[in-house]
């Protein structure tokens, strides 16, 4: 099956005429707690393991989209070339929902760097699904969103939800059953900090990435077992409002999937001297009392994981900080 298959198994009983000329919409980033790495079928971004993620508040994508006669896609209010490495990746999803036989004129404003690590795909074509769900009043369950955000980019599923995210890898051959759903809620005094190191576009491609480590990591199978492990971790420590055992768990598996990376042949490192130099920071004051704990995707960037409680602390350790509630979401009605 190919994704315009899938468009039109979940579209079939949908508005075939736009309501509304233009719509908008906000999605927020998310970020993998367990990680999504590779997958089994690459066409419809279905992946290997399941993964499972926190929401990041109001960081993420406005999109407006306008029914035009003319196809245009503006990212934070430049117009993209056809020859900009988002446009075709934009383009080729926006084909699969030519409705109406229209074209789009598409707004993007992301308050999050690009291809940094900062899953911008993730918020950009979640929120493109749900502008388009407006434009065509579809009436799609919270599955059906996730499912179509998944053809965009594997981790937008994620981002059609709140609270602690998990995303179920199934075992339908043509990914119906993989999609995400919402966990738990969010424990309340949940924190997210951004440490950016470098806000320019990741090395190389997370989609180009997990395929390498697949095809070429002798430890991938390994990577598979400790996904496993750890996701029935993680769920028992968020069942049990359990911090510490949380944020352990998030880091072990972020240090994990880069392992496996370093495997690949040639080899995968996103790091830098000082993402290194941050996570001996993160430990020396772990060590000292703090609950923190960090976590990283795939580029240099940290995103580090405490308390509101600790707020104060990590602010005097880490003054470039940005400190996010996941709990603040963008609602635009
Ligand atoms: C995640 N990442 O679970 C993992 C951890 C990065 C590291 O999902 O090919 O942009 O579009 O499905 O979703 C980034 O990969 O890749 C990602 P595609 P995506 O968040």
Same mark, same amino acid.
């Given at each position: 099956?190919?994704?315009?298959?899938?468009?039109?198994?979940?579209?079939?009983?949908?508005?075939?005429?736009?309501?509304?000329?233009?719509?908008?919409?906000?999605?927020?980033?998310?970020?993998?707690?367990?990680?999504?790495?590779?997958?089994?079928?690459?066409?419809?971004?279905?992946?290997?393991?399941?993964?499972?993620?926190?929401?990041?508040?109001?960081?993420?994508?406005?999109?407006?989209?306008?029914?035009?006669?003319?196809?245009?896609?503006?990212?934070?209010?430049?117009?993209?070339?056809?020859?900009?490495? +988002?446009?075709?990746?934009?383009?080729? +999803?926006?084909?699969?929902?030519?409705?109406?036989?229209?074209?789009?004129?598409?707004?993007?404003?992301?308050?999050?760097?690009?291809?940094?690590?900062?899953?911008?795909?993730?918020?950009?074509?979640?929120?493109?699904?749900?502008?388009?769900?407006?434009?065509?009043?579809?009436?799609?369950?919270?599955?059906?969103?996730?499912?179509?955000?998944?053809?965009?980019?594997?981790?937008?599923?994620?981002?059609?939800?709140?609270?602690?995210?998990?995303?179920?890898?199934?075992?339908?051959?043509?990914?119906?059953?993989? +999609?995400?759903?919402?966990?738990?809620?969010?424990?309340?005094?949940?924190?997210?900090?951004?440490?950016?190191?470098?806000?320019?576009?990741?090395?190389?491609?997370?989609?180009?990435?997990?395929?390498?480590?697949?095809?070429?990591?002798?430890?991938?199978?390994?990577?598979?077992?400790?996904?496993?492990?750890?996701?029935?971790?993680?769920?028992?420590?968020?069942?049990?409002?359990?911090?510490?055992?949380?944020?352990?768990?998030?880091?072990?598996?972020?240090?994990?999937?880069?392992?496996?990376?370093?495997?690949?042949?040639?080899?995968?490192?996103?790091?830098?001297?000082?993402?290194?130099?941050?996570?001996?920071?993160?430990?020396?004051?772990?060590?000292?009392?703090?609950?923190?704990?960090?976590?990283?995707?795939?580029?240099?960037?940290?995103?580090?994981?405490?308390?509101?409680?600790?707020?104060?602390?990590?602010?005097?350790?880490?003054?470039?900080?940005?400190?996010?509630?996941?709990?603040?979401?963008?609602?635009?009605?």
């Amino acid at each position: 099956m190919h994704k315009q298959d899938i468009v039109n198994i979940i579209l079939q009983q949908q508005n075939k005429s736009y309501l509304n000329i233009t719509a908008q919409d906000f999605a927020c980033s998310n970020i993998a707690l367990i990680k999504y790495w590779g997958k089994k079928n690459n066409i419809l971004n279905i992946p290997n393991n399941d993964s499972l993620s926190v929401p990041l508040g109001n960081k993420g994508a406005i999109v407006s989209i306008k029914i035009s006669n003319q196809e245009q896609y503006y990212l934070n209010s430049q117009l993209l070339d056809i020859n900009h490495i +988002f446009f075709n990746r934009l383009k080729t +999803f926006l084909d699969l929902f030519r409705i109406a036989n229209n074209y789009y004129i598409v707004d993007i404003q992301c308050n999050i760097p690009i291809a940094a690590g900062l899953a911008s795909s993730a918020c950009i074509f979640a929120a493109i699904i749900k502008v388009l769900a407006k434009l065509f009043a579809w009436n799609l369950n919270h599955e059906q969103l996730s499912i179509l955000a998944r053809l965009g980019s594997g981790s937008a599923c994620r981002s059609i939800h709140d609270g602690f995210v998990l995303w179920q890898a199934g075992k339908d051959k043509n990914g119906m059953d993989s +999609f995400a759903t919402n966990f738990a809620p969010l424990f309340e005094d949940l924190r997210i900090g951004l440490l950016i190191i470098d806000k320019k576009p990741k090395i190389i491609s997370s989609t180009a990435a997990m395929e390498l480590t697949r095809q070429t990591s002798l430890f991938y199978d390994k990577w598979q077992e400790i996904v496993n492990a750890d996701l029935a971790q993680i769920k028992h420590a968020i069942l049990t409002i359990d911090f510490a055992k949380l944020g352990q768990i998030a880091e072990y598996n972020s240090l994990a999937m880069h392992a496996c990376m370093l495997t690949s042949r040639p080899t995968i490192l996103y790091s830098q001297n000082a993402t290194i130099a941050l996570m001996h920071k993160v430990w020396q004051l772990r060590n000292s009392g703090l609950s923190i704990f960090f976590t990283q995707d795939a580029g240099a960037n940290l995103k580090l994981l405490f308390l509101q409680q600790d707020v104060i602390q990590i602010k005097k350790h880490f003054p470039q900080i940005e400190i996010i509630n996941p709990h603040n979401k963008m609602i635009i009605t």
